[in-house]
């Protein structure tokens, strides 16, 4: 039976789409550059990341074991998509928000669903832009290039000091994983056509995917039709109607 999820502007939708596409990217490009310089013996003592917005600019601050839990690494600055250099962090010591962002993740995990469509699942951590507190997400990944992950998404809105779960809304009723390209041999697609039973229009997760896919996503929901356009959204109904 699917849950309604907690409804969002579609403002708050575009914007967290957009902030998990950048974070994502970040964390990305950050980890190749990390496994360059570290070698793959080298990043097996990495214990995780964060991600913490510099202006335009990510630096994505990567863990090492420490004895009560984890100290900070490694920093790579991301601008434009485009890793910077590899610098070990001068202090190890967590600030006030890189602890509670860390927390955040650890608290999301613990709590995740029954719905399991990967393995591995990608995890964001962003301030709410309505509260005090934060949100995060654990996402479906995948390995192969040609497949967009659909379903599995979960979202949740956490304490301030990262410690509890406030709310846990599963994004999608089930797993589902969509070819990029849908279209006869020979042809290309030029969208992907979803339903979404969860709420009544499009989610953070839809703009996330056509932004990292480059490719319209149709989110029908109700009677209406939407559709996400990167960072955009709009009233495809009459689509619906010819």
């Not at 951590?125 to 990944?141: E, N």
């Not at 499009?202 to 939407?226: C, K, W």
Request: glycine fraction near 8%.
């Amino acid at each position: 039976m699917p849950v309604p999820i907690e409804e969002w502007s579609q403002a708050k939708v575009i914007a967290m789409g957009q902030e998990i596409f950048r974070q994502d990217t970040a964390s990305w490009v950050a980890t190749d550059a990390l496994v360059a310089a570290l070698g793959q013996a080298g990043i097996g003592e990495v214990r995780g990341w964060v991600v913490i917005p510099e202006g335009q600019n990510q630096r994505v601050r990567f863990f090492k074991p420490a004895a009560d839990g984890v100290q900070a690494g490694w920093d790579v600055l991301v601008t434009d998509g485009q890793a910077g250099a590899v610098v070990p962090a001068a202090d190890g010591t967590l600030s006030d928000e890189e602890t509670a962002r860390w927390n955040a993740r650890l608290t999301a995990a613990a709590n995740i669903g029954t719905l399991r469509c990967s393995q591995r699942l990608n995890a964001v951590v962003a301030r709410d832009p309505d509260s005090d507190g934060w949100l995060a997400w654990l996402l479906t990944s995948t390995t192969d290039a040609n497949i967009i992950p659909m379903g599995g998404h979960y979202r949740f809105r956490i304490s301030a000091d990262g410690r509890t779960v406030l709310r846990r809304d599963q994004l999608t009723n089930t797993c589902l994983n969509l070819p990029k390209n849908q279209a006869p041999r020979g042809a290309q697609s030029v969208g992907l056509v979803v339903s979404q039973i969860v709420s009544a229009g499009p989610v953070e997760t839809h703009v996330f995917l056509s932004l990292q896919n480059r490719i319209p996503i149709y989110v029908s929901a109700g009677d209406r039709m939407f559709a996400v356009e990167g960072a955009s959204i709009r009233d495809a109904s009459a689509a619906l109607r010819r």
